[in-house]
């Protein structure tokens, strides 16, 4: 299974087909998604908003192969794991998808480098290579002088910067995000979609759940769920994107950072 390449844009990281979820059977049946067909070309940057309850952490948690769908087939970076096992669920998750939650989930009294550290380590990624990858993720944050502190010594924002150097730091395919700035007041909200502009600017292809309209309104493409379904997939200009004067670009065009 082939890491996807920076800058190859327009081949389907992701190409989801009359997807399904049911919860429970009988008089407890959820029909919790009903049908989703997408596809998401690398390099995009896609916003999925819709009121509570129609589907949005659903449709995450499949994608994110964190659950599996009940019918209709998912090819994640050309492979279908809509039948894959647990087990092989969690080494396409740990080689294709890095996440980011509301909740920063940081490991406490642990370094920013350490907590970025980690995935490598999972990834059998020898020391020294894990310590000059992991700042080189902390300096595309701009965190690179806080590379010694711990979690409960740096901002919320901080945190969720870190937490964003976590999830790149193993050149995923995909950048997967729930709520990311949810925990976030307005000044650090915009720190981190900064981030991901530049991010997005750099080729990575990224999907974010939120219910706020000024963040979905910075991706590139917009998609609406209602009720389990599709409602809307439009693509937006983006006013604060990247690419614009005045934007600071800490993030290289190609891939430098591994
Ligand atoms: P959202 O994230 O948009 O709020 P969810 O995907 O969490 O929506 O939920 C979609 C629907 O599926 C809701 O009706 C919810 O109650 C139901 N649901 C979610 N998870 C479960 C579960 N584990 N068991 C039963 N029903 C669930
Ligand atoms: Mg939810």
């Known amino acids: 299974m082939a890491v996807t390449a920076l800058g190859t844009h327009g081949r389907p990281v992701l190409d989801v087909r009359a997807l399904t979820k049911v919860y429970g059977e009988g008089e407890a049946v959820v029909r919790a ?10 390099g995009d940057y896609v916003a999925i908003m819709g009121s509570s309850g129609s589907g949005k952490s659903t449709l995450m948690n499949i994608l994110g192969c964190l659950d ?12 279908d794991v809509s039948r894959l096992s647990d087990r092989q669920l969690a080494l396409v998750r740990n080689r294709l998808i890095g996440f980011v939650f509301q909740a920063f989930n940081l490991i406490p009294r642990t370094t920013a480098l350490a907590n970025v550290e980690l995935p490598l380590a999972y990834a059998g990624v020898r020391p ?11 300096e595309l944050v701009g965190l690179a002088d806080r590379a010694d502190h711990q979690p409960n010594q740096l901002s919320g924002g901080q945190q969720q910067r870190v937490a964003v150097a976590r ?7 995909l950048v997967l995000a729930d709520e990311p700035t949810g925990n976030l007041d307005s000044r650090s909200t915009d720190d981190i979609l900064t981030v991901f ?8 292809t990224i999907i974010l759940i939120t219910h706020e309209p000024e963040v979905g309104a910075r991706a590139r493409r917009l998609i609406r769920l209602f009720d389990g379904q599709v409602r809307s997939d439009t693509r937006q200009d983006t006013p604060a994107g990247p690419g614009l004067p005045g934007r600071h670009s800490a993030v290289p065009r190609s891939g430098g950072w591994a």
């Open 197 to 204: 502009d530049q991010l997005n600017a750099a080729g990575r």
């Open 128 to 138: 020294a290579q894990r310590r000059r990858r992991a700042m080189a993720a902390l």
């Open 68 to 79: 599996s769908p009940s019918d209709g087939h998912y090819l994640l970076d050309g492979v």
């Open 167 to 173: 999830a790149l730091v193993t050149e995923p395919a």
């Open 33 to 42: 998604l009903r049908g989703i067909t997408l596809t998401v070309d690398t």
